[in-house]
């Protein structure tokens, strides 16, 4: 039984093998859409990277992480 997957960009159901040339996006389409997301910072993964910069600081002292865009901040 070949498992499916849900196409990241639209949701449409996709064959998850090695047949399936654009996995886990059902096309071309989508995964460029999806690219563009990431190049044009729509998705962006936020990284707490406070605790590298001063071992010694504590949790209080941290700075403020910045706000990034999310796809959700974009649909409005």
């Not at 064959?15 to 996006?25: D, L, N």
């Not at 389409?29 to 707490?48: P, T």
Request: aromatic letters at 6%; charged letters at 35%.
């Amino acid at each position: 039984m070949m498992r499916s997957v849900a196409c990241p960009t639209c949701g449409k159901s996709v064959e998850w093998s090695e047949a399936q040339r654009w996995r886990p996006f059902c096309s071309e389409r989508c995964r460029l859409i999806d690219l563009g997301d990431w190049l044009s910072n729509v998705n962006i993964i936020h990284e707490d990277t406070s605790r590298d910069m001063d071992p010694l600081l504590k949790p209080h002292e941290f700075p403020p992480m910045p706000r990034g865009r999310t796809r959700r901040d974009t649909e409005d």
